[in-house]
């Protein structure tokens, strides 16, 4: 069983930047993908960035050239780095991780870009 907890968020200015943190209660070597998802009010649940076991990534196009996934095994922790942020942005951002059986969830962490 893995407990995910998110941290870093909070309110930016557009053209900030945000970095979010996911601390696993174990280790996440075994854990073959890590990634973000956000969810804004009135819409669905959307893949932000993911990151596998090999360090291969992959990216919302809306957030391409903007968001950096990373993960740090020795820390238990995947991390969203986040620039160039736009109000389109706003969202309540979740961590995700998926084992074999089982998928987990953070609590989620809001994030909100405005002026």
């Known amino acids: 069983q893995v407990q995910l907890v998110e941290s870093g968020g909070g309110l930016v200015q557009p053209g900030g930047s945000l970095r979010l943190s996911c601390a696993a209660s174990k280790s996440i070597f075994s854990i073959y993908n890590m990634g973000w998802y956000r969810q804004a009010p009135g819409k669905q649940r959307e893949l932000v960035a993911r990151?596998?076991?090999?360090?291969?990534?992959n990216y919302a196009d809306s957030v391409k050239g903007r968001f950096t996934i990373s993960r740090d095994n020795a820390k238990n922790t995947v991390y969203l780095q986040m620039n160039s942020l736009k109000p389109e942005d706003t969202a309540v951002y979740y961590c995700?991780?998926?084992?074999?059986?089982?998928?987990?969830w953070g609590q989620g962490t809001q994030v909100t870009v405005s002026s």
């Open positions: 990151i596998h076991i090999s360090g291969h990534t």
């Open positions: 995700n991780a998926q084992t074999t059986p089982n998928n987990y």
